[in-house]
């Protein structure tokens, strides 16, 4: 099946420290997606991304889709212990590929991130 | 409620029982998805809802896995004769759509955590 390679795993950081994650994939995608899990809680969605090259801000948060439609990056700047948590990659295929049609997203491994204050 | 609504949010149970878990979704929200978080995983896909198409079941990992939605409001997932690899966080999501620029952007609930024993 369709394979998303998120790196890094895992992150210890400094607070203030800012924090780059990024996933591949080997196919295209039309959508990216960034969403951040606390423990015990479901994944919100941070960033949505549409459109190849495409840069978006949320706050201290940066993501990119990136031109090759392959890839894309999250950028957290000057981080706070509550980025603790994980942060998931997901992607959208512009085709379906089972005869439902159906668009389900793709997720990453997850990078999980420790601020240490 | 405001968002996705899941439950039971603990579920132990003895291999071999059935369980069934229920997903409550955004009202008005079209498409609802059910995944699986196994520990330090991602998120895999198990099925996918939209509106009265049928679902796609591409992601269900054996025939001991069903869900159904009725109503096109809340769904169950069921799962038969449980195995302990089914211990994992049930997670269920809905959207506006299943497709489009808003068809990811998924809104997820807290999750059911099944432990079989």
Not at chain 1, 20 to 49: H, R
Not at chain 1, 74 to 99: K, M
Not at chain 2, 25 to 54: C, V
Not at chain 2, 86 to 105: F, I, M, N, Q, T
Request: aromatic share 10%.
């Amino acid at each position: 099946g369709q394979q998303l390679n998120q790196s890094p795993q895992s992150m210890f950081i400094q607070e203030g420290e800012d924090v780059s994650m990024n996933c591949t994939s080997s196919s295209i995608f039309n959508t990216w997606l960034w969403y951040k899990q606390d423990p015990g809680e479901g994944p919100v969605l941070l960033i949505a991304l549409y459109k190849a090259g495409e840069l978006t801000s949320n706050g201290r948060l940066t993501a990119q889709f990136g031109i090759t439609r392959k890839d894309s990056f999250l950028n957290i700047s000057a981080s706070i212990p509550s980025d603790v948590g994980i942060y998931f990659c997901a992607g959208q295929f512009p085709y379906a590929y089972s005869g439902a049609g159906s668009y389900q997203l793709t997720f990453g491994k997850g990078t999980k991130l420790s601020v240490i204050p | 409620g405001a968002g996705v609504s899941q439950s039971p949010s603990n579920k132990v149970t003895e291999k071999g029982k059935d369980v069934e878990l229920r997903c409550d979704p955004i009202s008005g929200h079209t498409a609802l998805y059910w995944y699986r978080q196994s520990l330090g995983q991602g998120l895999e896909f198990l099925i996918y809802f939209q509106g009265n198409s049928a679902p796609d079941k591409s992601g269900l990992p054996s025939d001991r896995f069903s869900a159904e939605r009725t109503g096109g409001s809340v769904s169950t997932l069921t799962i038969q004769r449980t195995q302990q690899e089914d211990s994992a966080v049930y997670l269920c999501a809905s959207s506006l759509e299943g497709r489009g620029p808003l068809g990811g952007e998924l809104f997820f609930g807290e999750g059911s955590r099944l432990t079989v024993l």
